[in-house]
């Protein structure tokens, strides 16, 4: 008699869960989708705010942001180093081929040249490019030094290099070791 009635039982609560599966299934569905929205809409209200406060957000083709100054980017024609501030873009470098973060500083290494990015967000760059290829050009003088011809050459945080031998030792190695 127990084991009928535990069958009844079981039996019984098999028809009340197929006969209200629908309104359960329904329940879930939209409690799952509610979730998922509210999420969403939580995130981006946190990267709004972000953005407010000034801060570089990451999209689907940023590859690496250096102390929210400094951004390397994918772009249609190539990856670049920029350097952005004020809701502002300039390129550094275009053509990046590799880049490496080792002590505490970012080493690039590019078609245009090569730069260092410091724990105090000084970038120094050598460009190594022609004339031709390089995207905002420079001059050379009378002694044959490079002199950069870009918007940023004024900027604090950028110090173009007239020689690959301003670069120290350790520096020089890391590059041989990207390259």
């Not at 709004?48 to 406060?53: A, L, N, P, W």
């Not at 490019?129 to 009378?142: H, I, K, L, Q």
């Not at 110090?159 to 030792?169: A, G, K, P, R, V």
Request: with cysteine.
């Amino acid at each position: 008699m127990k084991k009928f009635f535990g069958a009844l039982v079981i039996l019984a609560l098999i028809v009340a869960f197929v006969l209200n599966i629908k309104p359960l299934s329904k329940w879930l569905s939209d409690s799952f989708w509610d979730f998922v929205v509210t999420e969403f809409n939580n995130e981006e209200k946190e990267r709004q705010q972000k953005v407010e406060d000034g801060e570089i957000v990451s999209g689907k083709d940023t590859i690496l942001i250096w102390e929210n100054m400094y951004v390397i980017g994918h772009y249609y024609d190539s990856d670049h180093l920029n350097i952005e501030r004020n809701g502002t873009s300039n390129i550094i470098l275009e053509k990046v081929k590799k880049y490496k973060v080792k002590k505490k500083q970012l080493y690039i290494l590019s078609e245009e040249g090569y730069a260092v990015i410091d724990k105090n967000n000084i970038c120094r760059v050598f460009i190594t490019a022609p004339v031709e290829d390089f995207v905002n050009g420079y001059s050379t003088d009378s002694e044959g030094i490079q002199h950069p011809i870009s918007r940023l050459v004024d900027d604090e945080h950028i110090q173009y290099l007239s020689s690959y031998d301003e670069f120290t030792m350790a520096e020089k190695k890391v590059f041989e070791e990207m390259e």
